[in-house]
C-alpha cells in the first residue's frame, strides 16, 4: 500500500502523516531521507524529531531506500523533495539521470510489503526558476511527484493543513 501526501512548505503533510501512521501502527517507522548540511537545517531536524515519541524507529537513508527497510511495517518517507535533491547532486545536477535513479529505486519501492506513507512537495506551483539549474530540479520533482501519485494507492494535497483526497 502507497499512500502519497503533498503540498507546499509548511502545509501540514509531515504532521498528517505522522498521525496516519499512529493511527495505523503501534510502532511505526519514520525513514528520514535528508543529509545535514547546515546548522539552520539540522535545527529543524531536530525539530522535526522531537515531534516524534519513542513508539517510533528512525531510519536516515538519502538514497537507497529499499535497502532499510524492515519488512511489514508503516514507513513515513519524508521527503521525497530532499532525497530527488541527493541524486541531483550525485549526479552533478543532471536532471535526466537523476529522474532514471529515483525512478529505478521507486520500482522497488513499489512493491513493499507493508504501508509506505511518502511525503513530498509542490515546488512547481511558486515562482519560475531563474537559473537553469533551478528549473531542472522544479521539473525532475514534477515528474516524479507525478510518477509516485499514479502508483500509489491514496494521494492527498495538503493546504493550510488540511488533507484534500485526490485518489
Not at 537545517?41 to 529499499?66: C, G, M, Y
Not at 499514479?150 to 485526490?166: C, H, Q, R, T, W
Request: with cysteine; net charge negative; aromatic share 8%.
Amino acid at each position: 500500500m502507497i499512500t502519497y501526501i503533498s503540498g507546499g512548505e509548511r502545509s501540514g503533510k509531515s504532521s498528517y502523516a505522522q498521525q496516519m501512521a499512529l493511527e495505523l501502527a503501534d510502532n511505526p517507522i519514520y525513514l528520514a531521507t535528508a543529509q545535514v548540511y547546515d546548522g539552520n537545517f539540522e535545527e529543524r531536524v531536530k525539530r522535526h524529531q522531537a515531534e516524534r515519541d519513542e513508539r517510533w524507529t528512525n531510519i536516515e537513508e538519502p538514497l537507497e531506500l529499499s535497502r532499510c527497510l524492515p519488512l511489514n511495517r508503516v514507513v513515513v518517507v519524508d521527503c521525497v523533495t530532499l532525497w530527488l535533491s541527493n541524486f541531483f547532486s550525485k549526479t552533478k545536477s543532471n536532471r535526466d539521470e537523476a529522474l532514471a535513479l529515483a525512478k529505478g529505486e521507486f520500482e522497488k519501492l513499489k512493491v513493499y510489503p507493508g504501508h509506505l506513507i511518502i511525503i513530498s512537495n509542490e515546488i512547481g506551483m511558486g515562482l519560475h526558476g531563474n537559473t537553469q539549474i533551478g528549473r531542472d530540479f522544479v521539473e525532475l520533482q514534477g515528474w516524479m511527484n507525478q510518477h509516485i501519485a499514479k502508483i500509489a494507492d491514496e494521494a492527498y494535497f495538503m493546504v493550510s493543513g488540511l488533507p484534500i483526497k485526490l485518489k
